[in-house]
């Protein structure tokens, strides 16, 4: 920063001519216009030049070479010089520590130390920021790029994103194509299901073929017999018949007249006999055809009737199963009745014997009498008979008791789970009501939740619609207020803008006051008719606008 004529632009140029940037960017329209030839060099002056390459003519105007060194100290301390030399004839020479290199090795040693001549991140002439700020989307997002260094990495995202694509398309045309093999194989999957189902039915169909023409051709060898018998008798019938008609014209008692009435009446006889025969024949084909179409039926219920038969065959066999059943249940049931009616016989006769033998055992005692030894041992003897006879009695009615305990302990469980199955009932039948009760209950909250969640939608959208006024409130009020802002701004500006020129206008007295001839700025001399204009104006003036005539 500086006044005007303190040397700003000469720096930049400086700056820019060591960088390698083109004479078309710096104050001149060719790098020879760059050579100073406005007084005679001085003796110091003239050994720095010597020692630096350029020329030490004597004279005024007789430079016949111009160059600019910067020295960059990096991270380590290190000291590089990059040297740039012009000479009268317009040709450039770059030098890095003294070495002559060609323009692209002096632009990649720069770029090595991130100075990027190309992007002139560093360097911002007058008229660059109205330059960058009037171009287009376009040329913006590529400058940004070039400062970035993202445009060298370009060619590599557009081939990145090239693969990316195509893998894309690839993976896409495998799932489709993964897809379709997945439905592919389930239709073949279905295909082959649906052609085992076929094989099944058509050997069943050709089982039912072989069926029925078995059973058509048992009935056709069946009617084929019926046939050949009538046809036998048929032909007895018949020789009998040439007999007598053989031996009626061999006999003599029949005259003419009686052969010919006879005849006659044998040709009426064999007209009806035909007609019959005719009759007959198209009652055959009648009930041939009722045949047919009962067999077609036939056939259309096989099916059916086979299922019929499978159906009766199981049930047959279960109804035998069941008689079996019965008949042995009813058989063990009389055994065992008449085991028990024998039992309880021999239980009565036995009861019966020891009654009387008690009986007479007291009046025998009652009497005085006693029985002698080979009484009392017969009578021990036919007791341990008896009770030997009777173990298996015994052990039967043991076991028929038994049983009829464990019976009667049976009938008392089933009564039991009756009693709670009941019981179960009862209490399932309370749980229903009060469920019902409880539906009911339930029903009448779900309404009244469903009133409040509609209230509280309701309540909802209100508050939407309240918030959504409020936010619009904010966007305006806020645009109103940066709007405000933006005027205020502008005011400022303004107002800088008026004390600036109000001093310049001031400057341009006093110069003109002074200096003879000051006519005044060139912005303020070059003003366009039309506002739309300026920009232009001020883009074709660039940093010469405040240039004083």
Request: net charge neutral.
């Amino acid at each position: 920063m500086g006044p005007n004529g303190s040397g700003k632009s000469n720096l930049m140029d400086a700056i820019s001519f060591v960088l390698g940037i083109k004479s078309a960017q710096l104050r001149s329209s060719q790098l020879r216009d760059l050579i100073y030839r406005g007084r005679k060099l001085a003796k110091g002056d003239s050994e720095a030049a010597d020692e630096n390459g350029a020329d030490v003519d004597e004279g005024e105007g007789t430079a016949k070479k111009a160059w600019v060194m910067a020295v960059y100290i990096d991270n380590e301390g290190d000291e590089h010089h990059f040297q740039r030399t012009i000479t009268a004839a317009g040709s450039s020479e770059y030098r890095i520590n003294t070495r002559v290199v060609s323009y692209q090795s002096y632009n990649d040693k720069l770029e090595s130390f991130n100075i990027l001549v190309k992007a002139k991140n560093f360097l911002v002439f007058q008229g660059d920021v109205e330059a960058v700020a009037s171009q287009s989307p376009k040329d913006l997002s590529r400058l940004i790029e070039q400062i970035s260094g993202s445009l060298e990495l370009a060619e590599e995202y557009e081939e990145a994103k090239a693969a990316q694509d195509r893998a894309t398309e690839n993976a896409t045309f495998h799932f489709a194509k993964r897809r379709g093999i997945a439905g592919e194989i389930k239709q073949f999957r279905e295909q082959k299901t649906e052609a085992e189902r076929f094989e099944n039915l058509v050997a069943e169909k050709d089982n039912l073929i072989i069926h029925r023409l078995l059973w058509k051709l048992y009935h056709i060898e069946e009617a084929i017999e019926t046939n050949t018998a009538q046809i036998k008798s048929k032909n007895t019938e018949l020789v009998q018949l040439r007999a007598d008609q053989v031996s009626y014209n061999q006999h003599p008692s029949y005259s003419a007249g009686n052969k010919l009435y006879v005849e006659a009446s044998h040709e009426t006889s064999l007209e009806k006999a035909r007609a019959a025969q005719a009759t007959a024949r198209n009652e055959v084909q009648k009930r041939e055809r009722v045949i047919k179409k009962k067999e077609k039926a036939l056939e259309g219920k096989r099916p059916e009737l086979v299922q019929a038969e499978a159906h009766i065959a199981h049930s047959t066999r279960k109804a035998e199963h069941a008689s079996k059943q019965a008949e042995g249940v009813q058989k063990d049931h009389e055994k065992q009745q008449r085991k028990l009616e024998k039992l309880h016989e021999d239980l009565a006769a036995i009861r019966k014997l020891a009654d009387d033998a008690q009986e007479a055992t007291r009046r025998a005692s009652q009497a005085g009498l006693s029985l002698s030894e080979e009484s009392l041992e017969e009578y021990r003897t036919l007791k341990s008979q008896a009770n030997v006879q009777a173990v298996e009695e015994r052990q039967q009615v043991e076991t028929l008791k038994r049983e009829e305990r464990t019976l009667s302990r049976a009938l008392a469980t089933q009564q039991d789970k009756l009693d709670q199955l009941v019981q179960k009932k009862d209490k399932l039948s309370e749980d229903g009501i009060a469920q019902t009760e409880a539906l009911k209950e339930s029903e009448a909250k779900v309404k009244r939740l469903q009133a409040e969640l509609a209230q509280a939608k309701q309540n909802l959208d209100n508050s939407q619609a309240e918030r959504a006024r409020i936010t619009q409130l904010e966007i305006e009020l806020n645009e109103k207020l940066q709007k405000i802002h933006d005027q205020l701004r502008e005011a400022a500006q303004d107002s800088n803008e008026t004390a600036k020129e109000a001093r310049q206008k001031d400057m341009m007295a006093n110069l003109q006051r002074l200096f003879p001839g000051v006519r005044g700025r060139v912005v303020d001399l070059c003003k366009p008719t039309q506002r739309k204009y300026e920009t232009a104006v001020s883009v074709i003036l660039g940093r010469n606008i405040d240039a004083i005539v």
